[in-house]
């Protein structure tokens, strides 16, 4: 076994941060000022003193590595609350799942009537995915869900080529409805009373609700806009150390003789 973890690469912000021109051009400066100072390019405007004071050093030093932990913490807490809705997308069905078993588990005439509704529930997080990673359902999803039953040719090519809205929305109607249907058999109503079946039908509608309402949060947290006040000023305060660094690292020049 590696004794070092294997670094990620391809899946993490590194690439792209290294491909931003702020980086290299703060680089650049830093290294252009040291390498001017070291070589007495620059000379101090008092031969005896610093070029920058050590005490404006630390206070902008702070300033950025503050303004780095609060956007270190904001980055933190947007995927924490990306991460929690989109787990509970996938928690809510399961919970539509195991309700639609409680509820209609007992009868084996709805059996068709039980997979039709869970079918669709699952079809929804499959479209929510879809959706989250490669921005729309692209044909290879739609031939997924083909291929593992979730939907037939007639539902795909009516959601794909023909329905335009809330497709999530309109498959947890269809859950519902396969539900309702189950329901208002006369199998299901001679095993359980009317009151047990509407509260069963109640949680089950509230379930898929919380599903929409995750899958929702989700979405507007990937569609959140880049605060990017907050990107300029912790470049400027980055470029401003590197700056500042770079002159307070140079060594005062000695006095001279009168």
Request: hydrophobic share 55%; charged share 15%; aromatic share 8%.
């Amino acid at each position: 076994q590696a004794v070092l973890p294997k670094l990620r690469w391809s899946a993490t912000v590194w690439p792209r941060v290294l491909r931003r021109l702020e980086l290299w051009l703060c680089l650049g400066v830093h290294f252009s000022l040291v390498i001017m100072l070291r070589m007495e390019g620059l000379q101090p405007a008092e031969a005896a003193s610093p070029l920058v004071p050590p005490e404006l050093t630390l206070i902008l030093f702070m300033l950025a590595a503050l303004s780095t932990a609060a956007h270190t913490y904001n980055c933190t807490c947007w995927q924490q609350a990306l991460t929690s809705a989109s787990a509970q997308v996938g928690e809510q069905t399961k919970v539509f799942v195991q309700e639609l078993q409680a509820t209609l588990g007992r009868s084996d005439e709805v059996l068709a009537l039980r997979f039709a509704a869970a079918k669709y529930a699952l079809a929804a997080v499959y479209l929510f995915f879809f959706a989250a990673t490669s921005g729309a359902v692209t044909s290879r999803g739609w031939g997924e869900l083909r291929a593992k039953g979730l939907l037939d040719d007639l539902e795909v090519q009516f959601m794909e080529s023909q329905y335009s809205g809330d497709r999530i929305a309109l498959l947890h109607i269809w859950a519902m409805w396969a539900a309702q249907e189950a329901a208002s058999s006369p199998a299901v109503k001679g095993q359980a009373s009317p009151e047990a079946l509407a509260a069963g039908l109640s949680r089950l509608s509230a379930a898929l609700r919380k599903a929409a309402a995750a899958g929702r949060e989700a979405a507007s947290c990937m569609a959140e806009p880049v605060p990017y006040h907050r990107f300029q000023l912790q470049e400027l305060l980055l470029l401003a150390s590197l700056i500042v660094l770079a002159a307070a690292a140079a060594p005062p020049a000695a006095s001279s003789a009168p």
